[in-house]
């Protein structure tokens, strides 16, 4: 009896690894765009404080409101950067998430197929089996 062989086995292989490239670039890249995250948050935090400072010290002298209002911008500028790298990330996000869709797709397909053929492999076991018992009782009567 033969072995059973898929013979679409290499491409399904090659599209289980695919899916865990891609899983893993899509972890790698939602890591990054956490990271950015984290940094607005931090800035947000640092912008808070920097009012917080103004609301308690209410006499500044002219050069300490100045340097205060350019480091609340260079502050707000950051945070506006960081924002739009994290919408860069989450479009890069969403179009590897596309790929990760149609790259399971057609390993779903694979996988019926495989089945498909297992069972229609099995079938014919089954039926090579009952043959040789067929013969082996007409052989005894």
Same mark, same amino acid.
């Given at each position: 009896?033969?072995?059973?062989?898929?013979?679409?086995?290499? %491409? #399904?292989? #090659?599209?289980?690894?695919? /899916?865990?490239? @891609?899983?893993? /670039? !899509?972890?790698? @890249? *939602?890591?990054?765009?956490?990271?950015? !995250?984290?940094?607005?948050?931090? !800035?947000?935090?640092? @912008?808070?404080?920097?009012? +917080?400072?103004?609301?308690?010290?209410?006499?500044?002298?002219?050069? +300490?409101?100045?340097?205060?209002?350019?480091?609340? #911008?260079? %502050?707000?500028? $950051? %945070?506006?950067?960081?924002?739009?790298?994290?919408?860069?990330? $989450? %479009?890069?996000?969403?179009?590897?998430? /596309?790929?990760? !869709?149609?790259?399971?797709?057609? #390993?779903?397909?694979?996988?019926?197929?495989?089945?498909?053929?297992?069972?229609?492999?099995?079938? /014919? *076991?089954?039926?090579?089996?009952?043959? +040789?018992? $067929?013969?082996?009782?007409?052989?005894?009567?």
């Amino acid at each position: 009896m033969k072995k059973f062989n898929f013979r679409f086995e290499r %491409i #399904l292989k #090659l599209r289980e690894r695919q /899916e865990d490239l @891609l899983k893993q /670039e !899509l972890s790698a @890249l *939602v890591a990054k765009k956490n990271t950015y !995250l984290s940094k607005v948050e931090d !800035l947000k935090n640092s @912008l808070e404080q920097v009012f +917080e400072n103004w609301r308690q010290h209410h006499k500044f002298n002219p050069q +300490e409101k100045e340097f205060q209002d350019n480091f609340a #911008l260079a %502050i707000k500028n $950051d %945070i506006y950067r960081n924002n739009l790298i994290v919408k860069e990330y $989450d %479009i890069k996000i969403r179009k590897k998430r /596309e790929e990760l !869709l149609i790259n399971r797709k057609k #390993l779903k397909t694979l996988l019926k197929l495989q089945e498909k053929a297992q069972e229609r492999y099995w079938y /014919e *076991v089954s039926l090579e089996e009952r043959k +040789e018992m $067929d013969e082996i009782a007409s052989n005894q009567k």
